[in-house]
């Protein structure tokens, strides 16, 4: 069976700090991915998505970015967090590239002081 | 750009009643309609929807697209305490190469005993 991971689970950062989430997605080939945040009073907004390595499309201009490095990683980055950038982040992953059928992670809650 | 509305916000029900969450849409390319539960962390998926009138059901719930009039409900019957979560509302996008999901801001159902 399929499982997807995502590390840390909480994470508290200061304004101007770097920031590495990381998912890997378990007991699948190829997987497409998807890095989505949700705010507070706010539904989940699609960041980033990715059909393979090295291949990743933005959804949202902002100072974040992702990387594929394998095919079951997927890592969200920043060189600089903003307070704006609080909220908690799910990774997602589906067979079929064009399925809106998705499998969550557990997320990372981030707080950024 | 894609909207998806989701009534009522928040909605606190006994067990054993009958609940009734509703989701209206605009989609420019419409594809799919998609209900997730999200209890704390993860959402995960309950049910896709693509054509008018088919009734999706698993259990006690149940699920009908109206394409015309742009919405969706989820049904719950004989609601359980651990019917308590954020049901979300997504719609997914065939127009460009993303088939983007756009989520509705959910609504949080607590049953109580």
């Known amino acids: 069976s399929q499982t997807i991971h995502q590390w840390p689970a909480t994470l508290v950062q200061p304004v101007g700090s770097p920031l590495s989430l990381e998912c890997t997605v378990e007991?699948?080939?190829?997987?497409?991915l998807y890095w989505y945040r949700q705010a507070a009073g706010r539904g989940l907004q699609l960041l980033f998505y990715?059909?393979?390595?090295?291949?990743i499309s933005s959804e949202v201009p902002q100072n974040l970015s992702a990387s594929r490095p394998q095919d079951r990683q997927f890592i969200l980055s920043s060189k600089k967090l903003l307070l704006s950038d609080s909220g908690f982040y799910l990774c997602?992953?589906?067979?079929?590239?064009?399925?809106?059928?998705?499998?969550f992670g557990p997320g990372t809650r981030l707080t950024v002081t | 750009e894609d909207k998806v509305v989701q009534s009522p916000l928040s909605l606190v029900v006994h067990e054993g009643d009958t609940v009734t969450l509703n989701c209206s849409y605009e989609?420019?390319?419409?594809?799919?309609l998609l209900w997730y539960k999200q209890e704390k962390k993860a959402p995960t998926f309950l049910f896709m929807l693509?054509?008018?009138?088919i009734e999706k059901k698993s259990g006690r719930l149940s699920s009908i697209l109206d394409k015309k009039e742009l919405f969706s409900i989820l049904n719950i019957t004989a609601t359980q305490t651990g019917d308590s979560a954020v049901y979300l509302c997504?719609?997914?996008?065939?127009?460009?190469?993303?088939?983007?999901?756009?989520f509705g801001k959910g609504t949080l159902l607590t049953v109580n005993p």
């Open positions: 997602a992953w589906s067979r079929i590239w064009d399925s809106g059928e998705q499998y």
């Open positions: 693509t054509s008018s009138g």
């Open positions: 997504a719609v997914q996008n065939s127009g460009g190469s993303n088939y983007k999901l756009t």
């Open positions: 989609v420019t390319n419409f594809r799919s």
């Open positions: 007991g699948t080939s190829n997987p497409n």
């Open positions: 990715s059909v393979g390595i090295g291949q």
